[in-house]
Each structure stands twice: as C-alpha cells, then as structure tokens.
C-alpha cells in the first residue's frame, strides 16, 4: 500500500459572509429590552449587526420591526416602514423582513396579507423562534407564521445584546393581570408572570461587573411583583436587595400601578440611597367618573395622596405620569377635574395622548365617542398647562448641583451646541458644557454640574467646569469603543438618538400612555 504524499489538495469552499441584521423598535421600554433579546438571539444564530452607515440606509440582510399594538400611529408607522422596505427588498437578493411584538400577536396573519413581501411573523411570547422561522422561510421560500397563545420561553433567559454598557433593563415581570377598558396589553402579553428574586438579583449582579452603574426594572405593573407566588411585599423587598448591590449606583423602575402602590414601597425608595429620587406614576384621568369607567381601581384623591406621601420621604423626587384625553364619554366637568388634578400635581412632565380606540378593547365599543375637534381642544389645553408646569418645576432647578450620568447621546442639538447629555439622579434631561480644553467625560462617568437656566423639557448647565468622576462604567464604555472585550450591546439610548448598529428605536416614546 503506497500513499501519495504530494497529491493536490481540494481548496475550501468558499465561506458565505455573515448576513447582517437590524432591529427597529416601536414602542415602550418592554419593547426596546424585547428588541435587546431579538439582536442576541441573532447574534448567537451567526448574523452581524449592519454597520451605521447600512443601518441608517436600511441596508440589512435581515430587518426585524419590533411593533407597538398601544396606539394607532404605531400600527401606521409599521405599515408606513413596511411600505418603505418593499422597494429595498426588490433590490436587496435574499433580504428578509420579519415582523415581531405586539401587533405581530395581535394582526397574525393579517400582515403578510396587507405586506406580502414580510417574510416571518412572530408574536410576544415566542420571541426565541425568530432565528428559526427566518432559515424556514428562506429554505421554504415562503413567509413564516408562528403566534404563541402563551408564554414559551421567559424572554430574559435568552441572549442579549445590551443597547448599553452603561446602564440596563432588568425585567422583573411580564404580562397584566388589570382590566383597563382601554389597553389591549393583557390581551397581547397575558397574564402577568413574576421572575423569582434570585434570578432578577444575579442579573443585576451580572450587569453590574460587566460595567453598568444604573439599572430599570421593568413590569407592566412593577409594584405588583409578587402576585404570582404570593408576597405583596416583594417588590419593596426587591428594591431594597437590588439597592444593596456592590458596584450599582442609580436604580430605577417603571411603571407602579396607583392602586398598588403601598408605603412600604415608599419606605425602601427612601431609605436605599441607590433608589433614584424619581417616580412615574400613571394617573390616565383625574376625574373618578371616567377613571371608573377605564376600570382604574383608585381614584384622584388617592392618587394625591400618594404623591404626598412620596414627597415627604423624598422631597426632590420628579414625578411623571401618562395622561388620556378624550375617553368616551369624557365631559367638560371630567376633564376640568383632570386639569384639577395635574395642577394639584406638579407633574416633571407628562406624556399625554388623544384616546383612539383600538379594536378588541371593551372601550372601543362604548357609546358617546368624542368628536375629533374636542379631544384635540382639550389636548392642546393640557399640554399648554403641562408645558407651564414643567417650566416653572424645571426653573426651581436653576441654581442646583446636579450629578449627572453621561450617556451616548440624548440630544438632537448637542453637535451643534457641542454641549453633552446626561440625566440627573431625578431623570430629568441635562446639557451640560464642557469648556475648550477641560477634559471631556466619557460616556458611563458621572459629572456635578450646576443647572444654569431651564426649558419645558430639559435643563442646561453653561457655568462652572463640571467636575467629573470616572466610572468603570466609563471603563467599560471605552473599552467597548476599541472593540477590546466582550461586546454587551452597541452605544445609545432608547430614544433612538445614537442606537448601535443592530438595534434601532423608532422615536416613539418610551412611556406609552395606553398601558396600565
């Protein structure tokens, strides 16, 4: 037996590039942390995040859109930016597009019938198939369908890939157990399901030494954590053993029911330093007729009272809230009562919106349905008083020394101001200068900066040189940056401002007013 030790050897087949993705979300912060699993499932299936210039062209192999079901102009925008990537797709070969999250649950199959260029659809319980149904639909050539009616796979078990290194969502629940007339989410999400403390405090944990300092917790109704394996004094006992985390600074959550939110939760808030001074708090309506009406179990006057009793233990806390316009049957008397309401409140801010009914919820089928013109009258009443309300909250911060965490960026005019942007311990938005020479922070450290002079919707800081503190945070932002170490997600912040490559948000706003 003779063997040929110079025989020719057969070149390797070529390797095919890895197919790149994009993920854009619609909706609230739920949505965005979903957007986070959907690029690391993607990125554990082999695909690569588009570079920012693909990105901004929508020059992806892959593009998910992670849906809202909330509000009307979130279905829109689906369709709008469905109607937009048909064209790309005709000159894109083998390019999918894959429709996932709440009106993907909602609308099924209806998708690909109105978009039939959509390649998968998958609901919010079944975020883990996506990678899946993308090969099946590119080996069958033929769109890909797949609803889950419950939940398969606890989303925060699966790979993720942090939009920030700085700072994190931390899901503590998923799903509602409320009946709000209005709100669909309990219809899309189900019933809620509580995450067990040990496996929320090991993430945390695990966040932290991969270089956050701030983490949110999120919940459809965070203060109800517990319900499931029957402790009502959970959620307290979770801020105050997520607030004792070696390394975590600033600790967040949203969003609390009213008719849940008991004064142990405001007891752990204040006595937990890491617990940030901020709260928002949904009031939907401040007249009791209409808030029974939405099936909101708490009304006006409880809500005041939380407010007070929040304001006693944390004095400089900023409180925000969602506000509804235009409910059916609303009169002028209730929404004189609402306007009542949020001057008694001194709202940081509020996201108010015109309500529009969305099919499948009980108060889509009630008589006396307002005419267009009054509900958008009496938004723009609210808004201004809203809009006067932040002004002077945001005027009684000028003077005041704030720290605030640098992030990517938060700002549409920070490049031409050259100004930063960061939030405050309380949430509200600050720019801030760095003077021509000084050292400028990185995103992640934490500057004291003095507030200067205000607007509706942000502070400014021109004067002194902020004094900085560098952070690991910064650390880990920096060490991202030159592509040493393990990478927790692209730079930017949930407003789709500076997002990473992979993950983009679509602009709507992170609190949406439609859920409980």
Excluded at 217 to 230: H, P, R
Excluded at 408 to 418: C, N, Y
Excluded at 438 to 447: E, H, I, M, S, Y
Aim: net charge negative.
């Amino acid at each position: 037996m003779s063997t040929t030790l110079d025989a020719p050897v057969a070149p390797a087949p070529p390797t095919e590039p890895a197919r790149t993705y994009l993920v854009k979300t619609l909706g609230c912060q739920m949505n965005v942390h979903d957007s986070e699993h959907m690029a690391g499932m993607l990125e554990q299936a082999g695909y690569v995040p588009a570079s920012p210039q693909d990105a901004a062209a929508e020059a992806a192999d892959v593009i998910v859109i992670n849906t809202c079901a909330v509000r009307e102009n979130a279905a829109d925008k689906l369709y709008g930016n469905l109607g937009r990537l048909a064209g790309a797709k005709r000159t894109r070969p083998g390019m999918q597009i894959a429709v996932g999250g709440c009106l993907a649950q909602k609308d099924r199959a209806g998708i690909v019938e109105r978009a039939p260029w959509v390649d998968v659809v998958f609901g919010t319980h079944n975020l883990d198939v996506l990678p899946a149904l993308l090969e099946r639909a590119r080996h069958n050539e033929r769109a890909e369908v797949e609803i889950a009616e419950s939940l398969q796979v606890f989303p925060s078990t699966l790979p993720t890939r942090r939009e920030s290194v700085y700072a994190g969502w931390v899901s503590i629940s998923v799903g509602c157990n409320n009946t709000c007339t209005f709100c669909i989410v309990p219809h899309l999400r189900g019933k809620e399901r509580d995450r067990r403390p040990g496996e929320i405090l090991a993430e945390i944990s695990a966040l932290v030494e991969q270089g956050a300092i701030e983490v949110t917790l999120l919940g459809q109704n965070v203060n109800s954590y517990g319900v499931e394996f029957g402790d009502r004094a959970a959620f307290a006992k979770l801020l105050r053993a997520a607030g004792a985390i070696e390394g975590l600074e600033r600790l967040r959550f949203t969003s609390p029911h009213p008719a849940a939110f008991t004064d142990d939760v405001i007891e752990a808030m204040a006595a937990t330093p890491t617990v940030m001074p901020q709260l928002h708090m949904p009031l939907q309506s401040g007249s009791d007729r209409i808030l029974r009406a939405m099936r909101r179990s708490y009304r006006a006057e409880k809500f005041l009272g939380i407010l007070d009793r929040v304001r006693a233990q944390l004095p400089d806390a900023a409180i925000t809230t969602d506000i509804i316009v235009g409910f059916p049957g609303e009169t002028e008397e209730d929404f004189a009562e609402t306007m009542r309401v949020v001057e008694a409140s001194r709202f940081a801010s509020a996201f108010t919106f015109q309500y529009s009914p969305r099919p499948g919820t009980p108060a889509a089928d009630l008589p006396d349905q307002l005419p267009k013109a009054v509900v958008q009258e009496r938004y723009e009443r609210l808004h201004a008083l809203q809009q006067r309300i932040s002004l002077e909250e945001n005027q009684a911060q000028v003077g005041r020394v704030v720290e605030v965490l640098v992030a990517e960026s938060e700002g549409r005019k920070d490049g031409a101001t050259a100004r930063l942007t960061g939030r405050a311990a309380d949430n509200r938005l600050v720019h801030f200068a760095v003077p021509e020479g000084a050292d400028a922070p990185r995103p992640g450290d934490l500057v004291r900066v003095q507030v200067t002079h205000p607007a509706p919707h942000h502070l400014v800081a021109d004067g002194a040189v902020p004094v900085v503190r560098r952070t690991r945070a910064g650390d880990a932002w920096e060490k991202r940056q030159s592509g040493d170490g393990h990478d927790h997600g692209g730079a930017g912040d949930a407003c789709g401002t500076g997002g990473p490559p992979g993950v983009v948000s679509l602009g709507l706003p992170l609190v949406p007013s439609l859920r409980p």
